[in-house]
């Protein structure tokens, strides 16, 4: 059985479901950041995806990206699945500017985590979600 891992659920909130995938937003306004997640129970890599999985995976990523292209009109995406601190299977969406706290370096401890508010964060949603809307994947909210 699929369930989210702790520290995915204390460090983000839900958006919602692709048809593979939980999509999650990241609390540090530092930085659009956005992971997708597999719901497959006890994967730690990608390549232990089936194949169908691994195509949805790689398709679901590149919309994701799509997205927030538009949204944000990033400099740059990063995507990335480490896993170091967290061993699910996930995959970081990161848009990067070169005026971000971080830049260009790695954002993980770059600066403390800086929390939405409750309005910001919702219109970054709703944002998101709209987008969403005008691709051929389906995200259920």
């Known amino acids: 059985m699929f369930t989210l891992h ?14 593979l995938c ?6 540090d306004a530092n930085y659009p950041w956005l992971v997708l997640v597999p719901r497959r129970p006890e994967i730690r890599e990608i390549y232990q995806l089936e194949t169908a999985d691994r195509v ?8 994701l990206s799509e997205v927030m292209d538009a949204v944000f009109t990033p400099l740059k995406m990063n995507v990335a699945a480490l896993g170091n601190m967290v061993p699910q299977l996930h995959l970081h969406h990161i848009a990067r500017f070169s ?31 709209e987008r969403f809307n005008n691709t051929d994947l389906r995200l259920e909210t």
């Open 6 to 19: 702790e520290r995915l659920v204390a460090d983000s909130t839900q958006i919602g479901e692709l048809p």
């Open 99 to 129: 005026d971000d706290p971080a830049w260009p370096n790695p954002v993980w401890g770059a600066v403390p985590a800086k929390a939405y508010g409750d309005e910001i964060q919702q219109k970054l949603i709703f944002s998101i979600v």
């Open 56 to 63: 949805q995976l790689l398709e679901e990523s590149c919309v």
């Open 22 to 27: 939980t999509l999650l937003l990241i609390n």
